[in-house]
């Protein structure tokens, strides 16, 4: 049987998270870089915009977002080791870290990638410019390189990464990164013996970024080694958890969320949950402003874009200028679609976990139309 093909890239932030998954469940697939002639020619006059992973079904069919990737698989009976826990407490927990995973490190993500030229930037070019352009020498490729690395440095400011915020960033990533040592020091992933979405989301920035480029790679190897392990364990078509022995590829019994999670929760409410806050008014402001608009309606009136505006909020003493990305309130409201459908016993356990870990509010923060997802694009949803 023909294979499936993910498009994607080993630097690729977003790729991770598709790849990690297919490799989990043990799928067979060949991974082909967005630089080979058939992406131009057959992939992207479909999806409309140069981006990555989008997965090849042997039908033909194709998919783009790390998370639709991974919800055709399930919703076609195909997941070996399903992402999603059936229970309330680890369902809700886990979305959550696929939130602040592929969203909610990208401060991080990109300071880490884009601020250290000096041990970074020969490798990034060179990644940039082999999986762009691979059958080109590596003189051939440099200026488009440089055109296009260029862009997404310029981008890291997109995300709050400034000189007066740089110092805070590590601060809080040093922290965020220990905390999550502790916790894959006691388990294999975030909720024991499988990975689970949430560990599809951290992937996303733990990986190609953080885990791969060599100044962060190194930091996570010096002060996080388990994590380090973990990003190893993620692209391992074995369980690949020898060091936990007699592991059973299980979750935690008993809808069980480890403390070493509800530390990392606060982490969370501190640090992101005040920009979840900022970007959801901003939408509703922005909502309101917009009485024409219909559902089905692409955001942002073009799939290239991926912001509707920009929105300030504090953040550890700074007023921090952020782009508003309507893909980020797709995966809050998946958190928040969750909670509606666990049963009325299990909602309370989830909301005295959150109130716990001050989290609460990611389950109240809600915008007056929903994003959905629709022909690989984000699109906006009725009016609530
Ligand atoms: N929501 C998408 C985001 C994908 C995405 O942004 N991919 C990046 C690469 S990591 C990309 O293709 N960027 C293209 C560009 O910015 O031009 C997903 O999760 O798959």
Not at 83 to 107: D, M, N, V
Request: aromatic fraction near 10%.
């Amino acid at each position: 049987m023909t294979p499936f093909t993910l498009y994607a890239m080993p630097h690729s932030l977003y790729s991770g998270k598709a790849r990690s998954y297919l490799i989990k469940q043990r799928i067979d697939f060949q991974e082909v870089t967005a630089g080979h002639p058939d992406y131009e020619k057959e992939v992207m006059p479909k999806i409309g915009r140069w981006i990555i992973p989008v997965l090849k079904t042997p039908d033909g069919e194709l998919i783009q977002d790390g998370t639709d990737i991974i919800d055709w698989f399930e919703n076609a009976g195909k997941a070996r080791i399903s992402a999603y826990p059936k229970t309330g407490r680890q369902l809700i927990t886990s979305l959550i870290f696929e939130l602040f995973g592929g969203e909610g490190l990208l401060r991080p993500a990109m300071h880490y990638r884009w601020n250290f030229d000096e041990t970074n930037k020969e490798f990034i070019e060179d990644q940039f410019g082999l999986f762009r352009l691979p059958n080109l020498s590596k003189e051939e490729r440099q200026e488009i390189v440089v055109k296009s690395t260029s862009r997404m440095r310029g981008a890291a400011v997109m995300f709050g990464v400034t000189a007066e915020t740089i110092p805070d960033i590590e601060t809080a990533y040093e922290s965020f990164l220990k905390q999550l040592n502790v916790h894959f020091t006691l388990h294999p992933y975030l909720l024991g013996g499988i990975p689970t979405i949430g560990d599809y989301g951290l992937i996303a920035a733990l990986f190609a970024h953080l885990g791969r480029d060599p100044y962060p790679a190194t930091l996570m190897k010096q002060i996080a080694p388990a994590v380090f392990r973990w990003t190893e364990r993620m692209n391992s078509y074995t369980a690949d958890m020898s060091e936990f022995v007699d592991m059973p590829e299980a979750l935690l019994p008993e809808d069980d969320i480890p403390p070493t999670l509800i530390a990392l929760f606060r982490t969370v409410a501190e640090d992101y949950l005040p920009e979840i806050r900022a970007f959801t008014n901003f939408t509703n402001d922005w909502l309101a402003a917009q009485p024409e608009l219909q559902s089905g309606d692409i955001v942002g009136g073009d799939p290239k874009a991926r912001a509707i505006g920009s929105c300030q909020f504090d953040w550890r003493g700074h007023q921090l200028t952020v782009g508003v990305l309507p893909y980020r309130l797709f995966l809050l409201q998946r958190i928040q679609d969750a909670f509606d459908g666990v049963d009325g016993a299990q909602k309370a356990s989830v909301q005295q976990l959150l109130t716990e870990a001050g989290l609460e509010d990611i389950l109240t923060l809600r915008t007056h139309r929903k994003v959905l997802r629709k022909n690989n694009r984000e699109v906006w949803g009725e009016k609530i």
